[in-house]
């Protein structure tokens, strides 16, 4: 059994970008808030244009020619903050220009001479939302998320206090709530289903299941995540509800 999670950027079809100070070739869904940038590096200062209309919120960044880690940025960290997306390390400081934003319209990362990948992140109502809570360590009294819509997918990390995984939830491999099966992006392990690693789909956001779990809820730890709703198209209505009776008087 596989699962895949996949995201349309523009049909294939890549321009080039001089935005930043290296020229980057990338690839845009603006609809979508997500763009594919490739570029190679001489220094660890250059910036690189992403091609997105706005600021992002969420990057994952690696090396192409090299063995290296898979770097990531949210903006709830900030530029002094990155994380790893293949450990359950705690964030990474300080950045000194590993990964971070530089202004609307590019970014940094700090590797050297390498061809290098990216896909870049911003929260577009309705489809996407990138964030943070802080844990409760109640079982009783669990974080509730507000995405402004109801996921389809969604990652989680803790990002201070304690190591914990990268927990991924998704409605195809639950098809109801709770949602208890996940994988971990840190990880090569096989699916797990817990009762206590588990998360609700809600129609504006999620919450988290009856847990006090490292990798979710400990106390005043701060945790970030990335949701993405099942259907980014806000200018067509989707079939189920493309047509409505309603009754007035």
């Known amino acids: 059994n596989y699962v895949a999670w996949c995201l349309k950027a523009n049909g294939g ?8 100070d290296i020229t980057s070739t990338v690839q845009v869904n603006s609809d979508a808030g997500f763009s594919i940038v490739k570029w190679a ?10 091609g997105l209309d706005s600021q992002p919120d969420f990057i994952i960044a690696k090396e192409l020619d090299t063995t290296r880690e898979w770097f ?3 903006s709830e960290l900030g530029n002094n ?6 450990t359950n390390d705690v964030y990474k400081e300080p ?28 929260n577009v109502d309705g489809f996407s939302n990138f964030g943070s809570y802080r844990g409760t360590g109640s079982s009783t009294d669990t974080p509730i998320i507000e995405t402004g819509f109801e996921p389809a997918f969604v990652i989680i990390k803790v990002v201070n206090g304690n190591t914990g995984n990268w927990n991924i939830y998704d409605n195809k491999r639950n098809l109801t709530n709770p949602r208890t099966k996940y994988l971990l992006a840190n990880s090569s392990n096989a699916e797990n289903s817990s009762s206590a690693d588990n998360v609700n789909f809600l ?12 990798n979710l809820n400990v106390t005043n730890n701060l945790y970030i995540y990335a949701a993405f709703a099942a259907d980014p198209d806000t200018e067509a209505p989707t079939v189920a509800n493309s047509f409505s009776t309603v009754t007035y008087s």
Do not use: M
Request: charged share 15%.
């Open 13 to 20: 079809t890549t321009s080039s970008n001089t935005d930043g």
């Open 203 to 214: 129609s504006n956001g999620f919450q988290l299941g009856p847990t006090t779990d490292a």
């Open 81 to 86: 903050f990155y994380l790893h997306l293949d």
């Open 95 to 122: 950045n000194s220009g590993r990964l971070e934003v530089s202004g609307s319209d590019k970014f940094i990362c700090g590797t050297d001479g390498t061809n290098q990948i990216a896909y870049v992140f911003k």
């Open 72 to 74: 990531v940025w949210h």
């Open 41 to 50: 590096s001489s220094n660890y200062s250059q910036t690189i244009g992403h």
